[in-house]
Structure formats: C-alpha cells, structure tokens
C-alpha cells in the first residue's frame, strides 16, 4: 500500500503566502509524476500543478509565476510555495502520485486526503 500526505493548509489574507508538502511513503519503487489539484466547493477538481521526476513542471494558467513546485526525490515529497494568494485561490488542494511498487509492476495513481487553503481578509 501507498499513502500520501498533506501538510500545510491554513487561512491566509489575500496577498500572503502558503508552502504545502505531501510526503508519499509505504511500498514505493519509484515515483514518476507527482502532482497538486485543487476543488473549490460547487467546482470541479482542477489541476494545479504537475511535477515529473525529471524536467520541466507544468502550471495552469491560473497560478502561474504565483505558485512553484519542488521535489525532493530522496524523501518521496512533493511541495507547492504559493505566493501573492487570491480569494479564488480558496480550495481543498489534493496531491497524487504515480507510482510503481515493484520494478516489474504496473504504475498506479494514488492520493492525498486533501488539505484545505483559504485566501480571506
């Protein structure tokens, strides 16, 4: 089994700054892509970022040179620094990893439980 973890959610006015992490740990092989999505409430979940393990990460138009992700491979964890924060920028932000338990088995995509981010003054 394969858990993820995330960390770092709170309230913060609008302009402040936020950093969530989410940790995958259990029976990890290797981890290609990992990733944050956001649901707003009424809102379908959208994506946020995507962080492969090597090369360029990907933003949506929506937060982009606002929010970077980072990635420490020796510790399987995946970060989001989310600067200058809207009130649009409130959600459930959710991680998920791709991830192999054997070298010779199939890549299955897991998630976090989610952690809540809410941008009011």
């Known amino acids: 089994q394969v858990q993820l973890g995330e960390s770092g959610g709170g309230l913060v006015q609008p302009g402040g700054s936020l950093r969530l992490s989410c940790a995958a740990s259990?029976?990890?092989?290797?981890?290609?892509?990992m990733g944050w999505y956001r649901q707003a409430p009424g809102k379908e979940r959208e994506l946020v970022a995507t962080?492969?393990?090597?090369?360029?990460?990907n933003y949506a138009d929506s937060v982009k040179g606002r929010f970077t992700g980072s990635r420490d491979n020796t510790k399987n964890t995946v970060y989001l620094q989310m600067n200058s924060l809207k009130p649009e920028d409130t959600a459930v932000y959710y991680c998920?990893?791709?991830?192999?338990?054997?070298?010779?088995?199939?890549?299955?995509?897991?998630w976090g439980h989610g952690t809540q981010v809410t941008v009011s003054s």
């Open positions: 998920n990893g791709d991830v192999k338990s054997t070298a010779w088995g199939p890549t299955r995509r897991y």
């Open positions: 962080i492969p393990s090597g090369g360029i990460t």
């Open positions: 259990g029976s990890i092989f290797s981890i290609t892509a």
